[in-house]
Nanobody, 116 residues
């Protein structure tokens, strides 16, 4: 069973930075895409950034230039470096891993709160 464990969320002032981590276990699939999504009250979960096992990245327009997604394939871990945080970045951030099928696995989410 694939498990994703997120960490790194918290409370930060606007303009500050946070780094999220998501460690995957229980899977040996070398070809996969991992990503971060966020959800705020009253809104659908939205894509923040994704990265393939080959290193191709994709970002939501709202975070381009501020957020950087990266991964360590040896550790089966994906990271999200978030800089210049804004109040609208507040939400629950979920890690997702997509493997061939496609089959999606989700983490439990980590809260990010940006105070203005």
């Amino acid at each position: 069973q694939v498990q994703l464990v997120e960490s790194g969320g918290g409370l930060v002032q606007a303009g500050g930075s946070l780094r999220l981590s998501c460690a995957a276990s229980g899977s040996s699939a070398s070809i996969n895409t991992m990503g971060w999504y966020r959800q705020t009250p009253g809104k659908q979960r939205e894509l923040v950034a994704t990265i393939t096992s080959g290193g191709t990245t994709n970002y939501a327009d709202s975070v381009k230039g501020r957020f950087t997604i990266s991964r360590d394939n040896a550790k089966n871990t994906v990271y999200l470096q978030m800089n210049s945080l804004k109040s609208e970045d507040t939400g629950i951030y979920y890690c997702k891993r997509r493997e061939w099928g496609p089959v999606d696995y989700w983490g439990q989410g980590t809260q990010v709160t940006v105070s203005s």
